[in-house]
């Protein structure tokens, strides 16, 4: 064990709010230096400490995916990522986990209970769309078992089409694929782009996995389990909220297992309340409690670190709530803000934007947040640059919106600023080449 990090097993009751946020910056893998070269093995080893990785379709900057990896571990190939998620028998599969999401393929009898939920609440009743649309249910079903994985592009030909003399609209086709995705009937095979590929389970879920379903008290206790130790140190709420348990008996019930076990132990953390009285937490014993935390990393709004609105005010003082169903003229930080982490706090929030035409990252605005150390501004500099190359851009561009973009600007000389949306056009000094 290191040095610099002290064990709270048997020692901790209680957490002041730096220690909280460095046992659950450590639980996510924040609490080390990264790797020169990260490759598959990093991957796989940050895709376990997180358990799921929650997925988006907004692609302003990068998609959503690819950010956590991105945070954890500097500078990556997206194409060894594409591999794990996107292969044919890839080791992750897809499903409603935290929302959609890749779990590990070995993982997917965990959520049996939720498949079965789910086809509970949208399969039985008698005047819902499923029950009322058995025979494009059926169609789908029937062109997935003779012709393999299909794009929905594929599906979509043959429903125009009218294939078996029946013609169909795409959205009863759409609506068709996932409910049965939901119910755990047919699996996502892939993507082409981000343009998902359907399949019957039984095509892309390992047979061992379909053949043993995890009973839902134990698949929730693990579930729980694995949530406070990706965690560290949570509330109930936060547990459940990791994988959208709605069954608050059963967390409870799962954590008093834990505790018993000795994988949990009840902590206080100064400044959480519940009801005006201190919050009841819990603290995975094989947590760690590193000495200091000493990141910069640009965070997804759909990090496990910040996804959960309610932990991320208690632990970092932190309100945040992404803008992009809000008109433009109400945005306060604008369309797309990712939180700024630098040592063990989060610092403030960007904006940022791939114009992939000029090849420039447009830092469309930035903002700081209270208590931000004196070198946030070059640390934050610095990660940019290397978001930025991380994803081929060649150059960046600085707003003119925020209180923290004159300091950006001031960190990376000779950048380029404009106004709004609309990059300025870049002046050379006499003796600086252009390119």
Not at 74 to 86: K, N
Not at 222 to 246: K, N
Not at 323 to 333: D, L, N, S, V
Request: no cysteine; net charge neutral; charged share 25%.
């Amino acid at each position: 064990m290191s040095a610099a990090v002290v064990r709270l097993t048997g020692v901790k009751t209680h957490l002041n709010r730096a220690e909280a946020r460095r046992v659950a910056l450590a639980a996510q893998g924040f609490g080390r230096p990264r790797p020169e070269a990260p490759g598959t093995r990093q991957l796989n080893l940050a895709l376990a400490r997180m358990g799921t990785l929650q997925i988006d379709s907004v692609n302003v900057f990068a998609r959503s995916h690819y950010m956590p990896l991105f945070s954890r571990l500097g500078a990556y190939d997206t194409g060894a990522l594409d591999t794990l998620l996107f292969a044919r028998k890839a080791p992750y599969l897809e499903y409603w986990a935290h929302v959609a999401a890749f779990i590990p393929a070995q993982d997917w009898g965990l959520f049996r209970f939720r498949m079965d939920d789910m086809h509970a609440k949208f399969a039985t009743k008698p005047d819902g769309w499923f029950r009322s649309n058995t025979a494009v249910v059926d169609w789908v079903r029937s062109e997935l078992a003779a012709r393999g994985p299909l794009r929905p592009a594929e599906i979509e030909y043959d429903a125009k089409r009218g294939t078996g003399g029946q013609w169909w609209n795409w959205d009863a086709v759409k609506n068709a694929l996932e409910y049965m995705w939901m119910f755990g009937e047919v699996a996502i095979a892939g993507r082409r782009g981000f343009e998902r590929t359907y399949a019957l389970a039984e095509h892309v879920v390992p047979a061992s996995v379909l053949a043993s379903p995890v009973p839902r008290d134990e698949a929730i206790r693990e579930l729980v389990r694995r949530a406070a130790r990706a965690y560290g140190v949570a509330t109930a709420s936060d547990l459940a909220d990791y994988w959208r348990i709605r069954d608050r008996a059963a967390v409870m019930s799962s954590i008093g297992d834990l505790v018993d076990a000795g994988e949990l132990q009840p902590v206080t953390v100064e400044g959480w309340f519940s009801a005006g009285r201190p919050a009841r937490a819990w603290l995975h014993t094989a947590a760690a409690l590193p000495r200091r935390v000493d990141q910069t990393a640009i965070l997804t709004p759909f990090d496990p670190v910040v996804w959960f609105r309610d932990r991320a005010e208690r632990l970092f003082d932190f309100e945040y709530r992404i803008e992009i169903y809000t008109p433009a003229w109400k945005r306060r930080y604008g369309y797309y803000s990712l939180p700024v982490l630098v040592g063990d706090d989060i610092v403030g929030r960007v904006d940022l934007k791939a114009d992939r035409s000029s090849s420039r990252l447009l830092v469309q605005s930035a903002w700081w947040e209270r208590g931000r150390p004196a070198d946030a501004a070059p640390r934050l500099a610095a990660e940019l640059q290397t978001a930025a190359a991380w994803q081929g851009l060649e150059t960046i561009s600085v707003s003119r919106r925020g209180d923290a973009v004159d300091d950006l600007a001031a960190a990376l000389p000779g950048v380029a600023r404009h106004e709004g949306g609309r990059p300025e056009p870049v002046e050379l000094a006499p003796d600086e080449p252009a390119g």
